[in-house]
T-cell receptor, first 109, second 115 residues
Framework: GQNIDQPTEMTATEGAIVQINCTYQ??????LFWYQQHAGEAPTFLSY??LDGLEEKGRFSSFLSRSKGYSYLLLKELQMKDSASYLCAVRDSNYQLIWGAGTKLIIKP | IAGITQAPTSQILAAGRRMTLRCTQDMRHNAMYWYRQDLGLGLRLIHYSNTAGTTGKGEVPDGYSVSRANTDDFPLTLASAVPSQTSVYFC??????????????FGAGSRLTVL
């Protein structure tokens, strides 16, 4: 079966750095996505990786290793507004998105 | 503001009743999707439509139906609601293509409680 694993919850301190991991086992691979979802709101797109390596976008970076079935989202200079759930999703060989359950990130002052 | 509008925002429904969740987008996106989100689970695809006039079944289609009469509207109907359909429902759209990111834009969600 297809599976996306990510930690349920993480806690970090304002101003610090946090890495949220995602491992996947899917039928084929056509890209990996990270979305941010604040409580009670819709998910919004953060990043997309289809090739191995690091994609940097401001304070957020996303890394992919296809051979290891692994990705991480790196958040730097954490702000209170970064408190949210972070969803990892993989597009499989049928171009369907398989979603992880999300990682709830709690930022403490 | 371009985006996706869902209605209602929240609804409490008696089991056995029929319910339609509305979804309208103004981005002229080809593809539209309905997901449900339940605590502890990833988003699960209910139905999708790659283009107006076509629909397809997702991972959890039973008990739901959709139609896509035009590009903008993609309503989701529960013919006879059951308590297990209590969930938050998200409509999404994308400018689908066989290459590229094909990023999803989500509506604000409809919280449905079936008693």
């Amino acid at each position: 079966g297809q599976n996306i694993d990510q930690p349920t919850e993480m806690t970090a301190t304002e101003g610090a750095i946090v890495q949220i991991n995602c491992t996947y086992q899917t039928s084929g691979f056509n890209g990996l996505f990270w979305y941010q979802q604040h409580a009670g709101e819709a998910p919004t797109f953060l990043s997309y990786n289809v090739l191995d390596g690091l994609e940097e976008k401001g304070r957020f970076s996303s890394f992919l290793s296809r051979s290891k079935g692994y990705s991480y989202l790196l958040l730097k200079e954490l702000q209170m507004k970064d408190s949210a759930s972070y969803l990892c999703a993989v597009r499989d060989s049928n171009y369907q998105l398989i979603w992880g359950a999300g990682t709830k990130l709690i930022i403490k002052p | 503001i371009a985006g996706i509008t869902q209605a209602p925002t929240s609804q409490i429904l008696a089991a056995g009743r029929r319910m339609t969740l509305r979804c309208t987008q103004d981005m002229r996106h080809n593809a539209m999707y309905w997901y449900r989100q339940d605590l502890g689970l990833g988003l699960r695809l209910i139905h999708y439509s790659n283009t107006a006039g076509t629909t397809g079944k997702g991972e959890v289609p039973d008990g739901y139906s959709v139609s896509r009469a035009n590009t903008d509207d993609f309503p989701l109907t529960l013919a006879s609601a059951v308590p297990s359909q209590t969930s938050v429902y998200f409509c999404a759209s994308s400018d689908s293509s066989s290459t590229g990111a094909n990023v999803l834009t989500f509506g604000a969600g409809s919280r449905l409680t079936v008693l």
